[in-house]
């Protein structure tokens, strides 16, 4: 069965700062990872994905990831962290070889200091 | 841009009543979901959906629960005799293909039950 575990669910960090959300996977195929972003009241938006071409992907808003296959690993970063960065994160695992469901982690709040 | 509407954004019943939340997913996307957020928590898979039968379904998931795609663009998410417990955000979620996995949300239908 497939799972990710985020480490901690609440991440504060001050303007101008590193983002490092963590998060672990769990999958018996090559899976496809993705984070995703929730602004209060809104849907989950892709902030990317992983999909066994690049191990390092870039997204959207400045954030990316980096797939490590050696620890399991898909911590979500961002250089200069910004007021509007400001949100829930989750990340996900799908199975590459099928499976119609993505599974989410319990989610990291990002709260953003000025 | 194409996007997944979801109707209503909130309802309210009381305990014991049938529930019908409406999607409208992205027109051509073939695969179909609902998830679940119970308020604070994470984000549950519930079903998925595709060539007009369940692919998949979760333990959440039971009798009390249905989903049905009644014409060309509507896929709806029927809960009968609603429970306290089912009060959550229920967001409806389309992929245009399993080989990238992205899912795009709506914004949600929050339902509570009194």
């Known amino acids: 069965a497939q799972s990710v575990t985020q480490l901690g669910s609440h991440v504060s960090v001050s303007e101008g700062a590193l983002v490092l959300l963590r998060c672990n996977y769990s999958?018996?195929?090559?899976?496809?990872l993705f984070w995703y972003v929730q602004y209060p009241n809104q849907g989950l938006q892709l902030l990317l994905k992983?999909?066994?071409?690049?191990?390092l992907v870039k997204g959207i808003n400045g954030f990316e990831a980096e797939f490590k296959k050696s620890e399991t690993s898909f911590h979500l970063t961002k250089p200069s962290a910004h007021m509007s960065d400001a949100a829930e994160y989750f990340c996900?695992?799908?199975?590459?070889?099928?499976?119609?469901?993505?599974?989410f982690g319990a989610g990291t709040r990002l709260f953003v200091k000025a | 841009e194409p996007e997944v509407t979801q109707t209503p954004s909130h309802q309210v019943t009381q305990m014991g009543q049938e529930v019908i939340l409406r999607c409208v997913p992205i027109?051509?996307?073939?695969?179909f979901y609902w998830y679940r957020q119970i308020l604070g928590q994470k984000v549950e898979f519930l079903v998925s959906?595709?060539?007009?039968?369940?692919?998949?379904k979760s333990e959440i998931f039971d009798d009390q629960f249905s989903v049905e795609r009644p014409d060309g663009s509507n896929f709806t998410l029927k809960i009968r005799s609603t429970k306290l417990e089912d009060s959550a955000m229920y967001f409806c979620?389309?992929?245009?293909?399993?080989?990238?996995?992205?899912?795009?949300f709506g914004e949600g239908s929050r339902l509570t039950v009194l």
């Open positions: 979620a389309s992929s245009e293909s399993l080989r990238t996995g992205e899912l795009f």
């Open positions: 999958s018996s195929v090559p899976p496809y």
């Open positions: 992983y999909t066994s071409a690049a191990t």
């Open positions: 996900a695992v799908s199975g590459s070889t099928g499976g119609f469901k993505t599974i």
């Open positions: 027109s051509n996307h073939l695969y």
């Open positions: 959906f595709y060539n007009n039968e369940i692919s998949e």
